[in-house]
């Protein structure tokens, strides 16, 4: 349990560092910006068209006598209206990555560079970081939508489907929106895919601790956007505490002791 308790306090010191560098706040701010207005309306169209997807797709209950018929569209409703909802804090934290690579890559090399050490470089060309986080947040999203879709079909069953299942699917939302925040230091650092989701593995609780909270907030649209530059500081405070762990323990202002255990050694990016 202390683990949580540590992910959420990476969660807080990246939007403490924030909010003592107030351009780089500013400067996190403008891709979330662009990605809200998107999503925003795609949201509010799915929420006007949701009803008549239900009542397209459960053409055998067009005869069914009330309340039945109303029951089953309703909860069918909100079950693809939620369902929208978790792939959009999914989606919107990789979407507004990609669009703000250049941005939120700055932003890291300055929380490493104050945090003192090295402040690795990717040396890659700009196209290809994004060529490379497209991919990765593509494997991503298709791992989130398997998960997804097993946790919509959960849905129909009696009180799990309204309790636990919610409650799994909020732990796997923060788990792959930890991955994708500390993809950005991690990237930078050589470390592909494969590696970063055994890093992370390897501390489960610390990670979902860093993510739940995280994934809970960005429900409401405008905080995702004010959020976000502190969760990348907090991302990146997070990844290298969790490659270096003796650095973290040694003096200075950095965020402090956690121990990570084991974590794999960086590797060359594939092509």
């Known amino acids: 349990m202390s ?59 067009d005869d069914w006598s009330s309340p039945w018929q109303g029951i089953l569209r309703t909860g069918l409703t909100a079950l693809v209206f939620v369902f ?22 700055s932003l890291s090399e300055e929380v490493d560079r104050s945090e003192g050490g090295d402040v690795p470089e990717s040396g890659l060309p700009l196209w290809r ?25 959960c849905g129909f069953i009696p009180v799990i489907g309204q309790t636990v299942v919610p409650a799994i699917g909020f732990c796997v939302s923060g788990y792959f929106l930890a991955e994708e925040l500390t993809a950005v230091a991690l990237q930078r650092r050589g470390m592909i895919l494969k590696d970063r989701l055994v890093l992370l593995r390897g501390r489960r609780m610390l990670v979902l601790g860093f993510g739940v909270p995280l994934t809970l907030a960005f429900l409401i ?51």
């Open 221 to 271: 649209p405008v905080v995702a956007v004010f959020l976000m530059p502190g969760a990348v500081a907090g991302a990146t405070l997070l990844a290298r505490d969790l490659v270096d762990p003796d650095a973290a323990a040694a003096p200075g202002p950095g965020p402090g002791t956690a121990d990570s255990g084991d974590a794999p050694a960086p590797r060359a990016w594939s092509t």
């Open 3 to 61: 683990d949580l308790g540590a992910g959420f306090g990476y969660l807080m010191k990246g939007q403490r560092w924030v909010a003592q560098h107030g351009r780089w706040f500013g400067f996190g701010l403008l891709p979330g910006l662009v990605t809200l207005v998107v999503y925003a309306g795609a949201l509010i169209g799915l929420g006007y068209g949701a009803d008549d997807l239900v009542g397209w797709a459960t053409p055998f209950a």
């Open 129 to 153: 970081e994004l060529w490379i986080s497209a991919r990765d947040s593509l494997r991503i999203l298709l791992r989130v939508a398997l998960y997804g879709i097993i946790l919509f079909a």
């Open 84 to 105: 929208g909802l978790f792939l959009a804090v999914i989606t919107f934290t990789a979407v507004t990555l990609l669009v703000g690579q250049p941005f939120y890559e």
